[in-house]
């Protein structure tokens, strides 16, 4: 794994611990020689996972669109920061800059990025690991919420298994490099996820 995409927040939530855990990550990610493919910005839980990995001498490489990148400050301190036209190209270059997929704690922009990724890979889009940092049990709730799709009879419960999770960005970064691509079946074979791809 040579990059990791991490989704979070622009802002930094009610509780010092989430600024602490972005920290954490990104020391994690440097130590793992793994570069960091972020939003862009430069405030809230975004700024701080950067600030840590650039501080540590790791790569960073930020995607923001034109519109966002007064709003959220971007970064002026990355190795490179893409800046392009919308939401829709910046989720699609940080997809495709990646080899997996983290969410931290965030807010819609965050859970959007967090299930548009799983249900690419539910498809068959792509085959890269997804997990969740569930900081302060900031995802328990949702946790809970899938296994209730599974429950319902909405989501294939080898389908729930693509979501990884755990407290701690070390595990969490160790289960990313432990998974092996076609270990879970897919919705659609290859030749039709090909012909949907955007």
Request: aromatic letters at 6%; one cysteine or more.
């Amino acid at each position: 794994m040579q990059s990791l995409c991490v989704y979070c927040g622009a802002s930094s939530g009610n509780s010092a611990h989430y600024v602490d855990a972005a920290r954490l990550m990104g020391k994690a990610l440097v130590e793992n020689n793994i570069a960091l493919v972020y939003g862009g910005g430069q405030i809230g839980l975004m700024g701080a996972i950067a600030d840590e990995v650039m501080r540590l001498g790791g790569v960073v490489t930020g995607v923001i669109p034109q519109a966002l990148l007064g709003k959220e400050v971007g970064h002026p301190g990355l190795s490179k920061l893409h800046v392009v036209k919308d939401m829709h190209e910046r989720k699609a270059m940080m997809a495709e800059l990646s080899d997996g997929f983290i969410a931290m704690p965030g807010g819609m922009g965050t859970m959007e990025e967090l299930f548009e990724m799983l249900t690419w890979s539910q498809l068959g889009f792509h085959d890269k690991p997804v997990g969740l940092l569930n900081v302060l049990g900031f995802y328990d709730g949702l946790i809970s919420f899938v296994d209730h799709m599974v429950t319902q009879g909405f989501l294939r419960s080898h389908h729930r298994q693509l979501l990884m999770q755990d407290t701690s960005a070390v595990s969490l970064i160790g289960q990313l490099l432990d998974y092996r691509p076609g270990q879970i079946a897919k919705l659609l074979n290859d030749a039709s996820a090909k012909k949907l791809l955007p």
